[in-house]
């Protein structure tokens, strides 16, 4: 206990002071008896015992209390914040290890020294702020500083302080915690910045999914896309209030109402297919700071880019389904207008039938639709089989016959022969059969008359050949005719002159020399001179191919004035006309006048011709007589017979007893140069027939070899009316 | 009453041979054998009857037919023609009768090659005596 004593000195001046007490106390008690005393020490020993033992317990509570304190010190010092204090005037009094750390300077020399010195110049005004409202409110504050350390390095930290009162309760100084949140600020910056990422990024897709909106609008043309697409652009710039946008693409705009064209202008190309055919440009109407690319932002230069390929994108899409429309819509007319019936089979059902389908077959859509509907039913029993392996070789890639023959069965229950051709497709992703069937009924039947009708035909053609070598005949004729034609033209005038001139002069030479020996010579004479014009009559006639001018003619007085022209020649030949024309009196019919008294003195001429040409057979020859009239005949003559059909027409017969023409040259009669005789141009009938002909009418020639021959004429009374052929017979 | 007659035909020997014929039917008659000569002498005297061929040489007889119409006082005209076309005037088409009718619009008869000559005479005649009538009515 003594060494206790001892060793702590304290307690030495506990019991010097103790004592010191007790001194006094003991003067006022000294009159006390011994017993009191014995008494009081014993109670004074006790107290002794008492207090020393309180005297061991406030050792042990010091020590303790030691121990505490060091262990909170080594906590306060090696905190992982750092903690001052500090006055009013802004000097440090007090700081832990870790605040002279963070702040980079020994502990001891931080004392006393301006926390100011340690935050960074911008931020000393917030600084002294934060201090003044410490003060003013005695309220726990917080403020972000940037901090400076002694070798100039810099942190963020982040500051707590509240004011405390001194031991006289004043508020001159207080406490600061503060940490670093350098970490924290970098990690908020680069949230910062992710944030603003993502707003672009939504920006972006915002306006992404707004184009997508206008083009998947349907019933909209592309020109209306185009304009949608540029009229929202400049909304998605940073000043939309003075942008503008305009579209170029193949030459032709689109622009925003408002649009300028202004030097602050960024502009992106459309590639279409991997060419560029476009530009879209965005220009503000103002004048706007400067930041990356003149007054646009890195991301609106991302944007417009990313818009233009997006917008490529959808125009090439656009023009595919353009094509894809119309090519899809040219197929539909080819397949729903094609004269073949066309299907498409997936899975045994029928999932396509064209028009001529339907209309051949006679089932409705829904029918042939319907799941339960069997196509193959369709063809008849004895090639349902063959069809259905073909189908199932061709969907596993086998090839199949090209055409397949085929009976298909119509809802009305008729036959139809058909060809099938059928070739394996994707339809709607899976394998198909298009089907394509051609029906080959009236085919068929064609064969079968074309084979029928192959004789005919043979002869068809065999006559149509003699026809055209007929016809190729006619015409090297007409072509030779026509050189003739323009020959006798000039040949015909060129004798006429000197026919006249020996005409007059005969008519000179009579009239001079009243000799009747000489008459018989000048009628020689003369009769040649009209025998020569007839020649040359009919070789004009001939060569000119002309149209009757038609008259309504009295055919009585033609014919009969013809007769008797002719009548003086054939009496002196002593031959005889008998004709038999009355009823033909008071006819008129529609012909040419001079045409008709051709027609007929060729016909009459052609007989005299016929019946003197061979006079030395059946004539006999008066050399002794006189003049003319010394030939007798024996019995030649001609019958002419006319007869009148009603109003139809009229027909004359003018028969002769001349020696007839065989019928080998019966059918060269009317061709030109035609002639058995010793004279003529063979020329007469030919331009009879042709007279006949221009007047719708018929010329016909029998004749027997020895007994004579006849010439029937039939011409109509009215033009366009006879064609009614050998109904007068 | 003798008649003035001019003969305008090419060939000389038809126009000798008409001539003769009608000077011994007491006729005066003139001769020319070209188409000019013929129109300066039917200009400068007066004809009875003009007897006129078509194809001449120098000026074509259509051409002097209508040179005569124009004029007041014109000579009868029998128009004597060797052909019976009128390739002069139709674009080559001949039209027989056509022809005749249109020579007719300018002449008083028209009489082809050849001709029988008695007929002619009358017919001569018969246009001489009545153009001499004409003239006495005035």
Known sequence: MESERIKTGGLDRFGKKAEKVLGQKFTGIKKRSVNDYQKLINELEGYQVELRMQNEDLRNAHEELLKSQKRYFDIYDFASIGCLIIDQNGKILETNLTGAWMLGMERDCLM???????????????????????????????CDLKLVKKDGTTFFAQLESIAFKDIEGRCRQFRTAFIDITENKNVEDKLKEKTHDLIRKNKELNCL??????????????????QKIVNIIPSYWQYPEIACSRIVLDGREWRTIDFRETIWKQASDIIIHGNVS?????????????????????????????????????????????????????????????????????????????????????????????????????????????????????????????????????????????????????????????????????????????????????????????????????????????????????????????????????????????????????????????????????????????????????????????????????????????????????????????????????????????????????????????????????????????LCNGSDFIKMYFKDNGPGISNGDLNKVFEPFFSKKSKGTGLGLTVCSQIVCLHEGKIEIDSEKGKGTTITVRLPIERGKDDRENSYN | M??????????????????????????????????????????????????????????????????????????RIIVITGSHFFMELNKKQWRCKNHEEYLLKFADAVIHKPFDVEKVLVKIKELVDWNHQAINIY
């Open chain 1, 278 to 642: 476009g530009v879209l440009e965005v220009f503000y109407t103002e004048e706007k700071p400067e930041r990356e690319e003149g007054p646009f932002l890195r991301e609106e230069r991302n944007l417009i880019n990313i818009i233009s390929e997006r917008f490529g994108r959808i125009i090439e899409q656009k023009r595919n389904e353009k094509a894809l429309q119309d090519s899809e819509a040219k197929f539909k007319a080819l397949s729903e207008n094609s004269p073949n019936m066309i299907f498409i089979q997936k899975n045994g059902n029928i999932v396509y039938v064209n028009k001529k389908c339907k209309e051949i077959i006679g089932y409705k859509s829904e029918d042939f639709y319907s799941s339960d509907f069997d196509f193959f039913s369709l063809y008849t029993p004895e090639f349902r089989d063959t069809i259905k392996i073909n189908f199932e070789r061709l969907i596993n890639g086998d090839e199949i016959p090209q055409c397949l023959y085929t009976i298909i069965t119509t809802k009305a229950g008729k036959r139809i022969k058909t060809i099938l051709s059928a070739k394996k497709i994707t339809y709607e992703g899976d394998k198909a059969i298009l089907g394509i069937v051609t029906d080959i009924t009236k085919l068929k039947e064609a064969e079968k008359v074309l084979k029928r009708d192959k004789a005919t035909f043979e002869r068809f053609v065999r006559e149509k050949t003699e026809e055209l070598i007929r016809a190729q005949k006619k015409l090297q004729n007409a072509k030779r005719l026509s050189d003739i034609g323009t020959l006798a033209a000039t040949v015909a005038h060129e004798l006429r002159n000197p026919l006249a001139v020996i005409q007059t002069a005969s008519y000179n030479i009579r009239r001079k020399n009243r000799n009747p020996l000489l008459d018989k010579h000048l009628d020689n004479i003369k009769k040649c001179i009209s025998e020569s014009n007839q020649i040359i009559n009919n070789l004009l006639f001939y060569s000119r191919i002309k149209n009757p001018k038609h008259e309504k003619i009295n055919i009585y007085d033609i014919l009969d004035e013809c007769i008797v022209l002719q009548e003086e020649r054939f009496h002196k030949e002593n031959l005889l006309i008998h004709k038999d024309i009355s009823s033909l009196k008071d006819i008129y019919i529609e012909a040419d006048c001079l045409q008709m008294k051709e027609l007929f003195i060729n016909i009459l001429n052609n007989s005299y011709d016929a019946l003197t040409e061979n006079a030395g057979d059946n004539i006999s020859r008066d050399t002794g007589g006189n003049g003319g009239g010394n030939l007798i005949s024996n019995g030649g003559r001609i019958d002419i017979l006319a």
């Open chain 2, 2 to 75: 003798t008649g003035k007659i001019l003969i305008i035909e090419d060939d000389k020997g038809l126009c000798e041979e008409m001539a003769d014929i009608l000077e011994d039917e007491g006729y005066c008659v003139n001769v020319t054998f070209n188409g000019c000569n013929g129109k300066s002498l039917i200009e400068r005297n007066i004809y009875d009857l003009l007897l006129l061929d078509l194809k001449l040489p120098g000026l074509h007889g259509l051409s002097i037919l209508k040179s005569i119409k124009k004029k007041e006082e014109k000579p």
């Open chain 1, 112 to 142: 006393k020294s301006s926390f100011s010195r340690f935050v960074a110049g911008e931020n000393r005004d917030m600084f002294y702020l934060h201090c003044k409202r410490i003060f003013e409110t005695s309220l726990k504050h917080s």
């Open chain 1, 209 to 226: 999914y707004n184009i997508s909106a206008i083009v998947e609008k349907s019933g909209i043309s592309l020109e209306e896309i185009i």
